[in-house]
C-alpha cells in the first residue's frame, strides 16, 4: 500500500516560524530586549487582531482531505498517524494564537464554559478520571 502522506508546506512554515519565534524569545530574554506576538507566517498583511481575517492562516483543508484519503483504506497507519499530528499541531497552534488576542469578557466565558463541563459527574474528573481509576482497580482485582 502506497504512503499519501507528505508533510505539506503550510505546516513546514508554521514550524520554521515557531523556531524562529522561540530564538528570537530567547534572544529577547538574555538580552534584555522586548518578546514580539508570534504572527502566522500566511497572515501577510492581514489584520492579526481582526479573528475572521487570519482563519486562511490556519486552514486545514489540505491536511484534512489528505486524512481523509488515509482512513479510505487509501493509507498506511503511519500516514494517518503523521497526517493527524500534522492537524492537530496546527489546530493547537491556532487556538493558542486566538486566545492569546481574546478579550478578557470571551476569556472570562470560556473559562466558565469549561468549569461548567469539569464540575459535571460525567465531565473529565468525574466522567473521565474517576471510571479510569475504577476500571483500572476493577481489571487488576480480575487479574489476580
Do not use: C, N, Y
Given at each position: 500500500m502506497a504512503g499519501v502522506s507528505d508533510i505539506l508546506?503550510?505546516?513546514?512554515?508554521?514550524?520554521?516560524?515557531?523556531?524562529?519565534?522561540?530564538?528570537?524569545?530567547?534572544?529577547?530574554?538574555?538580552?534584555?530586549?522586548?518578546?514580539?506576538?508570534?504572527?502566522?507566517?500566511?497572515?501577510g498583511s492581514a489584520d492579526v487582531n481582526d479573528p475572521t481575517a487570519i482563519n486562511s492562516s490556519f486552514d486545514r483543508t489540505a491536511l484534512n482531505n489528505l486524512y481523509e484519503k488515509a482512513l479510505l483504506d487509501e493509507g498506511t497507519v503511519g500516514d494517518r498517524i503523521a497526517l493527524k499530528q500534522q492537524i492537530d499541531y496546527v489546530a493547537v497552534l491556532e487556538r493558542s494564537y486566538r486566545a492569546a488576542r481574546a478579550s478578557s469578557i470571551r476569556c472570562r466565558a470560556m473559562a466558565a464554559g469549561r468549569s461548567k463541563g469539569h464540575s459535571s459527574s460525567m465531565g473529565v474528573f468525574g466522567g473521565h478520571v474517576m471510571r479510569e481509576i475504577q476500571n483500572i482497580i476493577r481489571n487488576s482485582k480480575e487479574s489476580r
Open positions: 508546506g503550510d505546516f513546514s512554515k508554521h514550524i520554521k516560524a515557531l523556531e524562529e519565534q522561540a530564538k528570537f524569545s530567547a534572544e529577547a530574554v538574555t538580552s534584555g530586549g522586548r518578546r514580539r506576538w508570534f504572527v502566522p507566517p500566511a497572515a
